[in-house]
């Protein structure tokens, strides 16, 4: 049998590819487009980068590739030629060019499967073509996406059927994205799960989930190992760091909550944080169902607070808020009159 096989195609414009030089009908070498002379130049047989391999044959030749090219690169091409001056059998298999390209004219204006990559450009226009595939895939599937030059999902990506996909938006990795969702604009998702009937706008999502109907942004960061409950909202400039928030809960905007477990129904205000980190370890803080936290609270860790707990307005917490309790932590706020005048404050 072969030690090598090369799909290859015969095109009217060779170049940039590698040409596949025959001697009597057989394959001797492939020769890359920048080393070629004018004769080599000439063959319009060009190498398609597909190959099938005897794995032995080729970890042998791989030993032997150097690097004496006009790019100083190490070519894989070499080891057709280092195969048969070891005189094994090497073929290649021409077909039909068109074919090879795929190109669906309804659907795809650009070839599919072939073309040659020898600079950042060419790379860029490649994986326009491979992103392209996977868009047209998911819209095939029920997903309608607003504006696919501005939207690149992975090919590993899972989206459910009606949702839709802003501009601006980067789907990554392992992500799966149920139904009836809203996703951007302006959002990046990695590695994540996404429920069904979610809006996730101007975000940030890394290795974390949300569950149904839940709200996310503008400007949220969900960081890894977060976990959003159903029917939350994570408002706008919300960080979650290593958290799980209960269902039903809103934390509406500029809050910080770090490595916390958080119950279902809560609510809270603006400005909180959960200061997690003391310098050296950082702690966990337990809030129950139904708490309400007020604004410009900070949740000393690790500290709990109870079920239907309140925190006043204002508060540092450094101690368990029992359930049901009221905490206010502090100063009392003290007028002392005419004071401004005493010190002839404005007579300057």
């Known amino acids: 049998g072969f030690a090598a096989t090369i799909l290859s195609a015969k095109v009217d414009d060779a170049l940039g590819f590698g040409r596949i030089i025959r001697k009597n009908n057989e394959v001797v070498k492939i020769v890359e487009d920048k080393d070629a002379d004018g004769e080599e130049k000439a063959v319009k047989e060009v190498n398609s980068a597909i190959y099938c391999f005897e794995i032995k044959a080729l970890l042998n030749a791989l030993d032997k590739i150097k690097n004496n090219n006009k790019q100083g690169e190490y070519y894989l091409t070499d080891a057709i030629e280092i195969m048969k001056n070891d005189g094994l059998k090497v073929g290649a298999y021409l077909t039909n060019y068109n074919e090879l390209m795929g190109t669906n004219s309804e659907k795809c204006e650009v070839p599919a499967v072939f073309m040659g990559v020898n600079s950042r450009f060419q790379l860029a226009q490649a994986e326009k073509i491979l992103r392209e595939k996977i868009l047209i895939r998911h819209m095939d599937e029920g997903v309608t996406i607003l504006d696919p030059n501005t939207t690149y999902i992975d090919d590993e990506v899972k989206i459910g059927m009606d949702t839709v996909i802003y501009p601006n938006t980067i789907i990554e990795g392992n992500t799966i994205i149920g139904e009836d969702c809203i996703i951007g604009p302006g959002t990046r998702i990695t590695n994540s799960k996404v429920g069904n009937g979610v809006t996730i706008q101007n975000s940030v999502i890394i290795e974390s989930s949300v569950g149904d109907r839940t709200k996310v942004g503008p400007f949220a960061y969900l960081r890894p190992e977060s976990k959003i409950g159903k029917g939350a909202k994570i408002g706008d400039f919300v960080e979650i760091k290593k958290s799980e928030i209960g269902d039903n809960t809103k934390v509406s905007h500029l809050t910080y909550i770090g490595d916390a477990t958080v119950g279902g129904s809560c609510n809270f205000g603006c400005g909180t944080v959960v200061v997690n ?24 860790s690790p500290v709990k607070v109870g079920d239907n707990a309140y925190i006043a307005a204002g508060s540092t917490i450094t101690d368990e808020v029992p359930n049901e309790a009221l905490a206010i932590a502090r100063a009392r706020q003290v007028n002392k009159e005419g004071w401004v005048s005493k010190k002839g404050i404005w007579k300057k």
């Open 277 to 300: 980190y003391d310098g050296t370890n950082k702690n966990h803080t337990y809030i129950g169902d139904h708490a309400f936290i007020g604004c410009n609270t900070n949740l000393i």
